[in-house]
């Protein structure tokens, strides 16, 4: 009996030790963050402020190395982002304050969180919390912190009744000057209609993009996006005021929508009015100021038109049924060993589908099928067409590499049509150190090049009824040659 009783005992004094020891070693290594001195971020600017963040740790080796680590803008820590650390000041034994900055691409938000990650792989720990003592907190990086303008900087416009009119953030022009926001993709912003100065301004719609479609009188205006953080970056005022003259603006496909195009495409048009201006997903079509627009392609189409008292908007998302799903398996940039052949192949489900393979622009004749067989370097192309129903093509372009030739002559012939259909050099003219230049019988440089990789010509030559005649010079640390060229079929 006593030995069965020491037995156990041991066995437990040996599981509260491994407990123990489990639970020493899990709490050895702890950082613990000081309450922040600041509630948001608000970098960038003609300022671009940094930042301090302080804590103590315990249990970390000598030389361990600390960093303030961003979450994603909702406050998540899957996929974290570094900041840039300016200074680390050693405050105290175990107790570092780091200065740092923020990257300038982050996408603003209200709901950022810091945390402190060591260094030797060990885990991040450390969550800040604010002077408020919140964990998620705003952060903006203000790219740009200037005044800019909409509505082609005019300040009026008139809505025909029961119409509406799309305010725009004006693209970077010179005349008049304007530095737009609309370059930097990670902004978004706030629009507003002013109610006087006594008055705060209504938000219309918040967190959006570069455009707002007004359907209310009132006077609009626009500010970027960055939160709580004050900031230069807005634009102008614009007065939009009602008018009975006009009507609502509507756009009608002459195919249809979804529609099916075998050609030109489909012509939309426009309500009647004075000019027009069309855009599709929110950018200004360069000369597009008819009342008709053809496109083949899908997309929200809007067209803004001037009655000569007021102004209204239509759109239209227009879908096109053309499209069919089609892949290749080819890899782009393969290496080719030198007797190597690799098979690429196409996958669709076009009904009536035919196949064209080309090499370097040139048609290879008798390859009609989904797959062919690459024995020679060069850049290819296969088209992919739909004979039935809407008849359209699709396009898949891929450059095979392969191994340095092993030519020992200078050729003067080529032969588009043959295994290697390319002006190959011995190796002693293939280095940075060596130009080579090609020039048609017409005096045009249709090749200008260092380290030149036996790969001319990459383009279709039209061959019509003469071979033509090229010329090359080569200057290197080989010498000088000159010669022609005749490509041949």
């Known amino acids: 009996m006593i030995q069965k009783i020491t037995l156990s005992f041991f066995k437990v004094f040996l599981l509260f030790g491994i407990i123990l020891f489990t639970e020493s070693n899990t709490y050895a290594q702890s950082i613990v963050p000081d309450i922040l001195t600041f509630d948001r971020i608000c970098a960038g600017g003609a300022a671009n402020p940094t930042y301090r963040a302080s804590f103590t ?13 961003l979450s994603d803008k909702a406050g998540s820590f899957t996929t974290p982002t570094s900041t840039t650390t300016v200074n680390v000041i050693d405050d105290a034994a175990n ?3 780091i200065v740092f900055s923020i990257p300038s691409d982050i996408v603003g938000s209200d709901t950022y969180a810091l945390r402190i990650k060591s260094s030797g792989g060990q885990p991040a720990s450390g969550t800040f919390s604010s002077s408020t003592t919140k964990k998620l907190f705003p952060i903006y990086y203000k790219i740009h912190d200037q005044q800019y303008t909409i509505n082609n900087f005019n300040g009026s416009a008139a809505i025909c009744s029961g119409g509406s009119y799309v ?12 530095d737009s926001p609309t370059k930097y993709p990670s902004l978004s912003y706030n629009w507003y209609r002013f109610n006087g100065e006594t008055t705060l301004p209504t938000l219309v719609q918040g967190n959006g993009g570069p455009t707002y479609t007004v359907t209310t009188p009132g006077t609009y205006y626009v500010e970027t996006n960055y939160g709580t953080c004050t900031s230069l970056s807005y634009s102008n005022r614009v007065d939009v005021i009602s008018s009975t003259s006009g009507s609502s603006v509507t756009i009608s496909s002459s195919l249809g929508n979804p529609f099916c195009s075998s050609g030109t495409g489909t012509v939309l048009t426009a309500t009647s009015g004075n000019s027009y201006v069309w855009k599709k997903d929110g950018a200004v079509i360069t000369g597009a100021t008819n009342r008709t627009y053809s496109t083949n392609e899908s ?9 000569g008292g007021c102004k209204a908007s239509g759109s239209i998302n227009l879908q096109s049924n053309n499209s069919f799903e089609a892949s290749i398996d080819a890899e782009d940039g393969y290496q080719l060993a030198e007797g190597e052949t690799i098979t690429v192949s196409v996958t669709t489900d076009a009904d009536a589908v035919t196949y064209e393979w080309y090499l370097n622009g040139n048609l290879i004749p008798n390859e009609t099928s989904r797959s062919y067989v690459v024995a020679v370097k060069g850049n290819y192309t296969v088209k992919v067409s739909q004979a039935s129903g809407c008849i359209s093509t699709r ?3 891929f450059r095979i590499n392969g191994e ?17 259909p390319y002006w190959d050099i011995p190796d002693e003219y293939k280095n940075a150190n060596t130009k080579v230049m090609i020039i048609s019988s017409n005096g045009d440089m249709v090749l200008d090049v260092v380290n030149y990789q036996g790969d001319w010509p ?30 041949i079929k």
């Open 299 to 307: 997309g929200v189409y809007t067209v803004d038109v001037d009655f």
């Open 95 to 97: 107790k570092k304050t």
């Open 395 to 397: 396009e898949f372009s």
């Open 167 to 178: 305010l725009s953030i004006d693209p970077d022009s010179t005349n008049p000057v304007n």
């Open 404 to 420: 340095p030739g092993n030519a020992t002559v200078i050729p003067n012939i080529i032969k588009l049509g043959g295994l290697i």
């Open 458 to 487: 990459q383009n279709n030559i039209d061959l019509k009824n003469v071979n033509p005649v090229y010329y090359y010079v080569i200057q290197g640390d080989a010498g000088e040659k000159k010669g022609s060229i005749t490509v």
């Open 57 to 69: 740790y315990t249990g970390y080796q000598t030389g361990t190395t600390f960093e303030v680590e």
